[in-house]
């Protein structure tokens, strides 16, 4: 999956704005992918959400991730469904989803890199980079650093998130991972779009015509 700003919802960011125009302002911005994930959620609620998100991504070209959830995934026609390491496992989520969608796992090191790759998944997780208020279950700090070795490691493309602000962009590309994904520099930012397009702007400086 080629992604080059992953953005999470994350509605106590929203500050009383509403989701559907703080997405439109990340896509507008240079968001390519949007993940629904809202931990806090009824299921229902997250089938209004992803209704929503999934028409909005549509009329804007960006993808549709739903985290955790693959029956939410699939009621919505989402792109594909991002997975955590004691989720489901990736075959069971093709079987429910159906050809021709994508399957993220989160990792937090070679090791747990490795395995998503053995196991087909068409990308990865890799965090945190830094520590971050946004999920505070985190495992250990991976770094900008520690992307080198997960690199060398995997062909499969490498998301990193946690904590992840303009600061830690271009060491991160520099290292090799492929996009990078963010919640509250996005989410929270007061202009959404600008914030978006710098973090874009960034990655796309640092891949170059690198995949
Ligand atoms: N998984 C690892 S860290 C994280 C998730 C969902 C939260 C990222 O949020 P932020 O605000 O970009 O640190
Ligand atoms: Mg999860």
Do not use: C, W
Not at 63 to 88: F, K
Not at 145 to 153: E, F, N, Q, S
Not at 173 to 181: E, K, L, Q, Y
């Amino acid at each position: 999956m080629d992604s080059r700003l992953y953005v999470i919802t994350g509605h106590a960011f929203l500050k009383g704005r509403q989701l559907e125009d703080v997405i439109r302002a990340a896509i507008q911005g240079g968001a390519d992918t949007i993940q629904l994930r809202e931990k806090d959620y009824t299921g229902r609620d997250l089938l209004a959400a992803g209704h929503l998100l999934r028409r909005l991504t549509r009329e804007l070209g960006a993808r549709l991730i739903v985290n955790d959830r693959i029956d939410v995934a699939r009621a919505v026609d989402a792109d594909g469904v991002h997975l955590g390491q004691g989720d489901l496992p990736i075959e069971i989520a093709r079987d429910i989803l159906g050809p021709g969608k994508f399957v993220g796992i989160s990792t937090h090191n070679v090791a747990e890199a490795v395995a998503a790759e053995q196991a087909g998944a068409d990308y990865i997780g890799l965090g945190p980079m830094r520590p971050t208020q946004t999920k505070l279950d985190t495992e250990p700090v991976v770094g900008p650093a520690g992307v080198k070795a997960v690199r060398d490691a995997v062909r499969l493309p490498i998301v990193a998130i946690g904590g992840i602000g303009p600061d830690d962009v271009a060491e991160i590309i520099r290292n090799g991972a492929n996009s990078v994904a963010v919640v509250s520099a996005v989410i929270g930012a007061d202009d959404v779009t600008g914030a978006a397009r710098a973090l874009r702007a960034i990655v796309d400086r640092e891949r170059g015509d690198r995949a």
